[in-house]
């Protein structure tokens, strides 16, 4: 059989490709002497009905006992033959084209060969050399992010590590085995941990929004991993390593992981030293990263085409359609409700977690607009939670309820006036703080002047009226 160096991840990053990019952009400040060289892998699972490779109910997370979406295909007895689930295969096509991938129209899955107790068959169904997708990008505030390459595998059981009877044992649950798992891998565009967390915050956007994938992080349904190393500032090669930090399950974690490996890379670089090319996990309870396994490189995976399985071709109208049946994209949508109707991104980037969202709140915005109703202002309500929307979601009352709550009593200046010299010059504590400084203690003023009144007062032109009577030393 040919040998094949070394599995796919070594070469992700040896591509002559990522040569030409600006990589001092987005340099953290912990950064000044080394630069972070990152790119990113992440797997998602597909929620089709059912599995990759079988006809078994896809429910890993909500069966009610482990092992009840069993066959022999997924449990790995011999003799088992796997049937590819179509579904998931166009899913993964269309998660390509809304990343500007290219689609290869030949492809075929392989066997990766490795043996752990979560893997019955010895080996993963996978993509090797002929991904589903290459080349794509992610646009990010702090910058865009190539894709390297889309590929579908099958998801692994699950093992459990339990006392059962005062014994230590490990159980195993095949619920999730051959569950349909898209790993996208990035190149290595990404220069601090913040610019990581905004690509994977991205990615679970459009992966949600194109319906595909829960991306449940807590429950595994979307798992992390990046590869991360240092160099110094203007130099364009990638670094002679590559610590890749795996099963990070959350997007705060991500930030703190990398954070972490770059202080701990900094210091052994310091030290003269280069850092060992390995496989690190994630402890939170540490708040540290610690070696799993060393020497990922050794590792020889022996893929080879899976013989079972027949190789893919499409033809370029099938593509075709599968892009014509792409939605609108949530950075489409965003950049237009800001044209349209004044919503600032960071609202809209809340409010587009499917598309029947992005289309009930788009009607939600045309009539706001039309009531006189900012729909800024309705977005920052909802997104701040002042303005909880009854289900089921109708368009008229949600405005109209938006109005109530917003609606404010008029005042008479001078008896508002009154109110505020009463209120101070019974608090004269509170006073004495704002005189040294502690400004915040004008929200008590404002509480205090609100009860007297009884009214529901203008809270902009209240706060107003307050700092000017106590800054003028009344
Ligand atoms: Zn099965």
Known sequence: MKKIPSGIRGEIRLGSRCKNINMSEHTSSTLSKYELVCGMEVHAELKTKSKMFCGCKNDPFRASQPNIYTCPVCLGMPGGLPVANKKAIEWTIKLGLALG????????????????????????????????????VVETDLGPVRIHRIHLEEDTAKLQHKTVDGQKVSLIDFNRSSVPLVEIVTEADIHSAEHAKAYTKKLRQIIRFLDIADCDMEQGGMRLEANTSLRHP?????????????????????????????????????????????????????????????????????????????????????????????????????????????????????????????????????????????????????????????????????????????????????????????????????????????????????????????????VKQLNASILKTLSSGQ
């Open 234 to 458: 203007g130099e364009t090669n990638l670094p002679q390593y590559k610590v890749e930090v795996k099963n990070i399950n959350s997007f705060r974690f991500l930030e703190k992981a990398i954070n972490f490996e770059i202080k701990r890379q900094s210091e052994i670089l310091d030290a003269g030293e280069v850092p060992a090319q390995e496989t690190r996990g994630w402890s939170d309870d540490k708040g540290q990263t610690f070696t799993q396994r060393a020497k990922e490189d050794a590792e020889e995976y022996r893929y080879f085409p899976d013989p079972d399985l027949p190789p893919i071709r499409f033809e370029q109208k099938q593509i075709d359609e599968i892009k014509d049946s792409l939605p609108e994209l949530p950075d489409k949508i965003i950049k237009r409700w800001f044209a349209d109707f004044d919503v600032e991104t960071k609202n809209s980037d809340l409010l587009i977690e499917s598309q029947d969202d992005a289309k009930w709140f788009e009607e939600l915005f045309v009539e706001a607009k039309k009531a006189g109703v900012q729909p800024n202002a309705l977005a920052n309500a909802v997104v701040n939670k002042k303005l909880i929307i009854a289900e089921p979601r109708q368009i008229a009352q949600t405005i109209k309820t938006f109005q109530q709550a917003n609606q404010t009593d008029t005042v008479d200046e001078a008896e508002l006036q009154k109110i505020i010299a009463e209120v101070i010059a019974a608090n004269p504590d509170a006073v004495a703080q704002f005189k040294n400084g502690k400004t915040n203690v004008i929200g008590f003023f404002m509480g205090q002047v609100m009860r007297k009144s009884g009214k529901k007062l203008d």
């Open 101 to 136: 991938c290219k689609i290869n129209l030949f492809s075929h899955f392989d066997r990766k060969n490795y043996f752990y107790p979560d893997l019955p068959k010895g080996y993963q169904i996978s993509q090797y050399d002929q991904p589903f997708c290459i080349d794509g």
